[in-house]
């Protein structure tokens, strides 16, 4: 029996709000606001928490509990996910870090106070969505806590350093098969990445090697349920599919494909852990 929670459902809904909130239009020459950027660094975190808070009372059991932890294990075999959702939980704070990151940077601050501040308050609203959790019937896990500590740290860290951002992206990739509602706790079609970019090193920059990159990923499939359950890890060679868009002009598909990646564009080799 394929595992479907259906107040995952309504969380993907909250992440979607959440993004249209915060998301700045590409482009913000010219836009102005009443509000200064501090007061949009308070009313952005305002209603990041007023909104999780509110949908988790009405959907998420939210202080109808006493407040208890839930051991969910990392990466174990006999974990409930195989650790898939360890990663999501890395790769959903440090993308929403980095979206609020350029929120803050387009309102006024500079990279780097952009960068902490994005950070932190991307940190904030996972660790309330945390807090929330073990006031219901799911319970605090403190691995959650700890990958979406390290997921807005590593952002910080990446949002700072372009150095770093042009040599290594983490993302996602995403065949679904519509058999489930919530594509955030969707593992069994998903795949976490990370991807070495050879044209952010010397030795590539000026021959054809910058439109390759190395892929080291990681998925599940059978979890929780099924007896035949994966848990593999996987190197790759793919196209540097953000440097051809780069190249051809298109500079907001290549920064969507620093953080999803384009299926069929990469060969791999496997290991299934659990063999």
Same mark, same amino acid.
């Given at each position: ?12 809904? /909250? ?7 915060f ?37 998420w ?7 208890? %932890?839930?051991d ?23 993308t929403?870090?980095?979206? /609020?990151? =350029? &929120? ?10 952009? =960068? ?7 940190? =904030? *609203? ?10 219901s ?10 990958m ?6 590593? =952002?910080?860290? &990446? ?11 983490? %993302? ?19 795949? *976490? ?22 892929? /080291? ?26 440097? /051809?868009?780069?190249?051809?002009? *298109?500079? %907001? ?8 990646? *384009? ?13």
């Amino acid at each position: 029996m394929q595992y479907y929670d259906p107040p995952a459902t309504q969380k993907t809904f /909250l992440w979607v709000v959440l993004f249209i909130l915060f998301v700045p239009p590409p482009d913000l020459s010219g836009f102005e606001t009443n509000f200064s950027k501090e007061e949009k660094v308070i009313i952005s975190n305002g209603l990041g928490l007023t909104a999780i808070t509110t949908w988790g009372i009405l959907n998420w059991d939210y202080f109808k509990n006493d407040p208890h %932890r839930a051991d969910e294990g990392w990466f174990e075999e006999d974990s409930k996910h195989g650790g898939a959702d360890k990663l999501g939980h890395f790769y959903f704070s440090y993308t929403f870090a980095h979206l /609020l990151s =350029a &929120f803050y940077e387009n309102s006024g601050y500079n990279t780097r106070q952009g =960068a902490l501040l994005g950070s932190l308050s991307s940190f =904030a *609203m996972v660790s309330w969505m945390e807090i929330g959790d073990s006031f219901s019937s799911y319970g605090f896990s403190h691995e959650d806590c700890i990958m979406n500590l390290i997921g807005t740290t590593t =952002a910080y860290f &990446f949002y700072t350093r372009p150095e770093l951002s042009e040599k290594i992206d983490f %993302r996602i990739e995403y065949l679904p098969e519509f058999d489930q509602a919530d594509f955030t706790t969707d593992y069994e079609h998903q795949r *976490m990445i990370m991807a070495v970019k050879f044209n952010g090193f010397d030795f590539a920059r000026n021959n054809r090697l910058k439109y390759l990159e190395l892929h /080291l990923g990681y998925y599940t499939r059978g979890y929780p349920d099924r007896k035949d359950r994966e848990r593999s890890v996987y190197l790759g060679i793919g196209m540097n599919i953000p440097r /051809l868009f780069k190249q051809f002009s *298109m500079p %907001r598909a290549a920064k969507l494909f620093n953080y999803v990646q *384009m299926p069929w564009t990469y060969v791999k080799i496997d290991k299934d852990l659990n063999k």
